[in-house]
Each structure stands twice: as structure tokens, then as C-alpha cells.
């Protein structure tokens, strides 16, 4: 990333995450967290079965994503489900057949199954 050195530099940056926002708009953000207690817990297992499931269900405009450490590790693996003109849902304490559930029922209709973990954190929008 450049460095940023003036106002003008923070404006261009702004507009070109909005613009990669507005690009994800009709997109399923999944973000599967893979930090250590998660992959200890089955999280690379977790992620596999939703990719898989989600290809079985037809659906195709997933984006999958990994991150590290949520802070939930009583609930591994966590998964952070954001639905396009929705806020983002966590879930945990999933399995492989806990992921293909959510992926047919959450990511095809946005019927909510499973643990939803609550929200400790407030988003920033650019």
C-alpha cells in the first residue's frame, strides 16, 4: 500500500474501497476464522464442506475468506456470514454437517440455523 502523505491520498483511498465495496454488493462474504483453536477445532473442515456444499446447491457468488482470531474460541469454528443488504451473522460450534446445514438453509434462503454467536463488536463503514 502507498503512503499516504496528504488528504488527497486518503480521499483516493477511500473512493477505491468504496468502489471494491460496491463491486461485493451482490456477493455472499463468507469468513471462516482459522486461527489455531479454530483449525484445532475443524475449521479447515468446516470451510471445505461449504465450498463444497455451496457448489452442490448451484449457489455461486460466494466470496470465501479466512481470518485469524475472532475471540470466540468456546464456539470453534466460527463462521461470519454476511448476506448481501444484511449485517453479518456469526456462527459457531459448526461440523461438517453443520456447514452444509447453513449453506442450505442460511446462504440459499437466510433461514438462520445452527449457534449464532453474538455480535461483541460495531462494524466501521468507509
Same mark, same amino acid.
Given at each position: 500500500?502507498?503512503?499516504?502523505?496528504?488528504?488527497?491520498?486518503? @480521499?483516493?483511498?477511500?473512493?477505491?474501497?468504496?468502489?471494491?465495496?460496491?463491486? *461485493?454488493?451482490?456477493?455472499?462474504?463468507?469468513?471462516?476464522? /482459522?486461527?489455531?483453536?479454530?483449525?484445532?477445532?475443524?475449521? *479447515?473442515?468446516? @470451510?471445505?464442506?461449504?465450498?463444497?456444499?455451496?457448489?452442490?446447491?448451484?449457489?455461486?457468488?460466494?466470496? +470465501?475468506?479466512?481470518?485469524?482470531?475472532?475471540? +470466540?474460541?468456546?464456539?470453534?469454528?466460527?463462521?461470519?456470514?454476511? /448476506?448481501?443488504? *444484511?449485517?453479518?451473522?456469526?456462527?459457531?460450534? /459448526?461440523?461438517?454437517?453443520?456447514?452444509?446445514? /447453513?449453506?442450505?438453509? +442460511?446462504? *440459499?434462503?437466510?433461514?438462520?440455523?445452527?449457534?449464532?454467536?453474538?455480535?461483541? +463488536?460495531?462494524?466501521?463503514?468507509?
Amino acid at each position: 500500500m502507498a503512503k499516504i502523505s496528504s488528504v488527497a491520498d486518503l @480521499m483516493t483511498l477511500q473512493a477505491e474501497s468504496k468502489a471494491k465495496a460496491a463491486a *461485493k454488493k451482490d456477493k455472499i462474504i463468507v469468513n471462516v476464522s /482459522l486461527a489455531t483453536c479454530s483449525i484445532a477445532s475443524g475449521g *479447515k473442515v468446516v @470451510m471445505d464442506a461449504m465450498k463444497d456444499e455451496a457448489a452442490k446447491q448451484g449457489i455461486s457468488n460466494v466470496e +470465501y475468506m479466512q481470518s485469524g482470531c475472532m475471540t +470466540y474460541c468456546h464456539s470453534e469454528p466460527t463462521v461470519v456470514v454476511t /448476506l448481501p443488504g *444484511k449485517d453479518p451473522v456469526c456462527f459457531g460450534k /459448526l461440523d461438517e454437517t453443520g456447514a452444509r446445514e /447453513l449453506v442450505q438453509k +442460511y446462504l *440459499k434462503s437466510g433461514e438462520v440455523t445452527g449457534t449464532v454467536v453474538p455480535v461483541n +463488536y460495531n462494524r466501521v463503514e468507509l
